[in-house]
């Protein structure tokens, strides 16, 4: 059985918190839980006088991609979309990518349209259950676990209301010991308050962080969550809880799709103040082409490269496969506050001081023979979504000679090349 980099690189991190680089990636496309219709997306073709969405389709599609290329560690889903892919399709057996399913929607992940869900204190719910998401019916019989995803995200969203918040932990706890019964994992996503009750706005970052040590302090180690997942309240913060238990692995949510900027420098200053997970959904799902998107991502944990040589170069290579990227250059290195709730009511800003954006022409529209820019005798993409199908992460270095570049004698423009020039060899030249 091929091993899941999720397993091996929580066993680094537990083995030694402060020394390792490890930091796990995951695609959060579970939206078909909170946004209904909208969830995969504005369809890209051009609608005069409406918005078009994405089919249901079109997002598992994209997903067996992003699974296929394998630089995400996780890949969340509903629990719907996880009996097709996991349990028919057999999407993750011999991959490395480990399969994970909503196991909650609170009623503050309910974006309706003409809905006012999300602005009413947040109440728990559950659409599906543990059964359902290991073997996609009710009673999995022992050897039917395995056949699903086991591995769960669970969300609490709490507001300083003492009924509500009650009622909320009380869930959890409930959840936590049948998923224990049943072996079934779980992480545990901690959101801002989304109708808090005398809470100022510095408030709550130290009540996020009091709420999570206390609800976890009376939880033994066979129904802890594997990491969390939570907004990114600055260094302060994230420090606070890194330091207090270095074994309680902090992951950071991407809220809203923002600029490009914004998802390169939230991963970037997140890990340098201790995070070890970053989920991201919208960021990723709006991104011009998410393969790539995924691409920069990785090479900016493993420092190859700086959120704003990135962003350069996801725009070099937009360029080379003939996609027209949504904002220029000069727009998308702008740094916003892209780090929110489901309804977008609630906002933290990442860290400014930011350099200055480069040039401000937007790149050139090209039209390669190949939709993903290829050359040779076989057009490795999907014609349809203009996707390539990158395969394998390569070995970092020299394109050619497979040598280790020496990153301390390169300025920025030669890392900048040196990774267009890789990243053109995976998605077509």
């Known amino acids: 059985m091929t091993e899941k980099s999720l397993d091996r690189k929580l066993a680094a991190i537990h083995a030694d918190p ?7 990636i995951a695609d959060a496309k579970d939206a078909d839980m909170a946004f209904g219709i909208g969830a995969p997306g504005q369809s890209p073709e051009q ?10 389709e079109e997002y598992r599609r994209q997903i067996r991609l992003l699974v296929r290329q394998e630089a995400v560690d996780i890949m969340l889903m509903s629990a719907s979309t996880n009996e097709v892919l996991t349990i028919r399709e057999r999407l993750f057996d011999g991959s490395p990518v480990t399969p994970a399913a909503r196991a909650n929607d609170t009623t503050d992940i309910w974006v309706i349209r003409g809905g006012s869900y999300p602005q009413q204190p947040s109440r728990p719910f559950r659409s599906t259950t543990i059964d359902h998401i290991q073997c996609g019916h009710l009673d999995c019989a022992p050897g039917e676990r395995h056949l699903g995803a086991n591995l769960g995200l669970y969300s609490i969203t709490l507001n300083n209301r003492l009924e509500e918040d009650l009622r909320t932990l009380e869930q959890y706890h409930q959840f936590r010991l049948e998923a224990e019964r049943k072996g079934f994992r779980h ?3 901690v959101f801002d308050p989304n109708d808090p009750q005398g809470l100022s706005g510095d408030q709550v970052p130290k009540f996020i962080n009091d709420h999570i040590a206390r609800t976890l302090a009376g939880v033994p180690q066979s129904g802890r969550p594997l990491f969390l997942k939570i907004v990114y309240h600055g260094p302060k913060a994230l420090e606070e809880l890194v330091n207090y238990d270095p074994h309680l692995i902090v992951g950071i949510l991407g809220g809203s799709a923002g600029t490009t900027y914004d998802a390169f420098k939230l991963i970037a ?3 340098k103040y201790g995070a070890r997970v970053a989920l991201f959904g919208r960021k990723i799902n709006n ?3 998410q393969l790539a998107f995924v ?5 900016i944990v493993q420092g190859e490269i700086s959120p704003e040589e990135a962003v350069r170069a996801y725009h070099g290579v937009l360029q080379q496969l003939g996609i027209r990227p949504k904002r220029s250059l000069q727009d998308d290195m702008q740094l916003l506050t892209p780090v929110m709730s489901y309804s977008g009511r609630s906002t933290v800003s990442v860290p400014s001081g930011v350099p200055s954006p480069g040039s401000s022409s937007g790149p050139k529209e090209s039209k390669p023979a190949c939709p993903c820019g290829g050359t040779g005798p076989v057009c490795h993409c999907n014609q349809e979504e203009k996707t390539p199908i990158s395969s394998k992460a390569s070995p970092v270095g020299n394109s050619s000679t497979g040598e280790t570049p020496d990153w301390s004698a390169m300025s920025p423009q030669e890392r900048l090349q040196y990774h267009l020039q890789r990243l053109r060899a995976r998605l077509g030249p």
Do not use: P
């Not at 402060?18 to 796990?24: L, M």
């Not at 609608?47 to 249901?56: D, K, P, T």
């Not at 691409?295 to 090479?299: E, H």
């Open 18 to 24: 402060s020394g390792t680089r490890e930091f796990i």
């Open 47 to 56: 609608h005069a006088g409406e918005v078009r969405f994405r089919s249901l």
């Open 187 to 189: 992480f545990l996503e």
């Open 269 to 271: 200053e997140a890990q």
């Open 287 to 289: 991104a011009e082409n």
């Open 295 to 299: 691409r920069f991502l990785r090479l």
